[in-house]
C-alpha cells in the first residue's frame, strides 16, 4: 500500500503520512486522491484539446484544398468580365479555358456551363429588297418614266435594308451582352454556393489527368526526331479534356486512335506487333497486350455496333488505361530523345 501510495504521490514522504494520526493520514490521503484525479482529468483534457486540434487541422487543410479550384474560378470569371462580348470568338477561346476547372470541381453544373457558352444567333428579318429590272433581257425597253420610277422604289429599298441592317445587328450585340452576362452570372453562383456551404470540400471532386501532363511536356519538347509528335501530342491534350468532361465514348476512340497512329516509331506495321513481338521486358509486353487486347476491343465493340433497343453506356472505370499508355509514351519518349 505504501508503494501504491508513494507511486501515486510522485515523491511525497508517505512515512511521514502513516506517522500521522489516523483522522489526519484519512484527511491527507482524501486531500492525495483528490490532487491525482484532477491530474488525470488536466491529461484526458489535453488528449481532447490535440484531437480537437488535429481535426481543425485536418478541416482546415480541407479547406484549402477547396480554396485552389475556387481561386481559380475567380481568375476566370475576373478574365472572362475584360473580354469583349463583341467578339463571341474571344468568349468562346474563354470558354475552352474554363471547361477543364468547371468539369474536375463543379461537373453537375457542366451541360447548363455548356449551353451558356453557344454563340448567340444574329436575328434576321425578311428582306425589303425591290428587284431591279435588268436592262439586258430580251424585250425590255428603257424609258425615262420606267428609269425613274424604278430609282425611287430602289433607293427606299436601301433606305429600309439599311435601317433593318443596323436594327439587327444592334440585336446581335445585345443577344451577346446578354449571353455574357449570364456566363457571369452563373459563375457568381457557384462562387457563392461554394464560400458558403458547409459541406463545401465533400461536394468537389477532382479528375485527375488522362495524361500525365509531364508526358505530354516532355514528347512536346522532343526535337530533331525522324517523326513529327503534333498530332500525338494534340491526341493526348484532347483525350485529357474528354476525359475530364466525362466524354467517354471520344476517350476510347482517342486511345485506340493513339495505338493505331504509333507503330512506326516502333518499326512495326502495326500495333498488334508491338504488343506481341517488341522486345521491351516482359511488364512493357503485358501493358501492351492489356491495351490491345482490351482496350482496343472496348473501343471497338463502341463503335461498330449499331443502335439497339437497349444500351449500355461506358463509365470512367471501363475506360480507364491511363497506365498502360503512360507506359507507352515513355517508351516513345525514351527512343526519340
Same mark, same amino acid.
Given at each position: ?175 451577346c451582352e446578354n449571353a455574357h452576362k449570364k456566363i457571369l452570372a452563373f459563375l457568381d453562383g457557384i462562387?457563392?454556393?461554394?464560400? %458558403? #456551404?458547409?459541406?463545401? +470540400?465533400?461536394? =468537389?471532386?477532382?479528375?485527375? &489527368? ?7 511536356? !516532355? ?32 476517350t476510347l476512340m482517342l486511345v485506340r486512335s493513339i495505338l493505331d497512329h504509333i507503330s512506326p516509331i ?42 439497339? %433497343? #437497349?444500351?449500355?453506356? +461506358?463509365?470512367? =472505370?471501363?475506360?480507364?488505361? &491511363? ?7 515513355? !517508351? ?6
Amino acid at each position: 500500500m505504501t508503494q501504491n501510495l508513494h507511486n501515486t504521490t510522485n515523491g511525497v514522504d508517505t512515512q511521514k503520512i502513516f506517522s500521522l494520526s489516523p483522522f489526519n493520514r484519512g484527511d491527507i490521503q482524501l486531500r492525495l486522491w483528490l490532487i491525482t484525479s484532477i491530474r488525470g482529468a488536466i491529461q484526458s483534457s489535453e488528449v481532447k484539446i490535440s484531437l480537437i486540434s488535429s481535426w481543425g487541422f485536418r478541416f482546415q487543410s480541407n479547406i484549402q484544398t477547396m480554396q485552389k479550384p475556387l481561386d481559380r474560378l475567380r481568375v476566370l470569371k475576373n478574365e472572362l468580365e475584360n473580354t469583349s462580348f463583341l467578339n463571341w470568338d474571344e468568349v468562346d477561346i474563354w470558354g475552352k479555358k474554363a471547361l477543364p476547372t468547371i468539369a474536375k470541381n463543379w461537373s453537375e453544373h457542366l451541360d447548363e456551363f455548356k449551353s451558356l457558352l453557344k454563340k448567340p444567333i444574329y436575328p434576321m428579318g425578311a428582306s425589303f429588297g425591290v428587284s431591279r429590272p435588268d436592262p439586258k433581257s430580251p424585250g425590255y425597253i428603257f424609258s425615262k418614266e420606267d428609269y425613274q420610277e424604278d430609282q425611287e422604289k430602289w433607293l427606299e429599298s436601301e433606305r429600309r435594308n439599311n435601317q433593318q441592317s443596323e436594327s439587327e445587328a444592334a440585336g446581335y450585340r445585345q443577344n451577346c451582352e446578354n449571353a455574357h452576362k449570364k456566363i457571369l452570372a452563373f459563375l457568381d453562383g457557384i462562387i457563392h454556393e461554394a464560400e %458558403n #456551404s458547409a459541406t463545401m +470540400p465533400a461536394t =468537389t471532386t477532382h479528375v485527375s &489527368d488522362y495524361v500525365n501532363i509531364q508526358r505530354i511536356d !516532355e514528347l512536346r519538347c522532343v526535337n530533331g526526331a525522324s517523326y513529327d509528335l503534333s498530332k500525338l501530342v494534340k491526341m493526348c491534350e484532347e483525350l485529357n479534356i474528354c476525359y475530364s468532361s466525362n466524354a467517354y465514348f471520344a476517350t476510347l476512340m482517342l486511345v485506340r486512335s493513339i495505338l493505331d497512329h504509333i507503330s512506326p516509331i516502333f518499326e512495326c506495321g502495326a500495333f498488334s506487333e508491338i504488343a506481341n513481338n517488341y522486345k521491351g521486358g516482359k511488364s512493357f509486353k503485358e501493358a501492351m497486350q492489356r491495351l490491345e487486347n482490351t482496350a482496343r476491343k472496348i473501343a471497338d465493340s463502341y463503335l461498330h455496333l449499331q443502335i439497339r %433497343n #437497349s444500351e449500355s453506356l +461506358p463509365n470512367s =472505370t471501363q475506360v480507364k488505361f &491511363d497506365s498502360e499508355l503512360d507506359v507507352l509514351l515513355a !517508351e516513345i519518349y525514351r527512343i526519340l530523345k
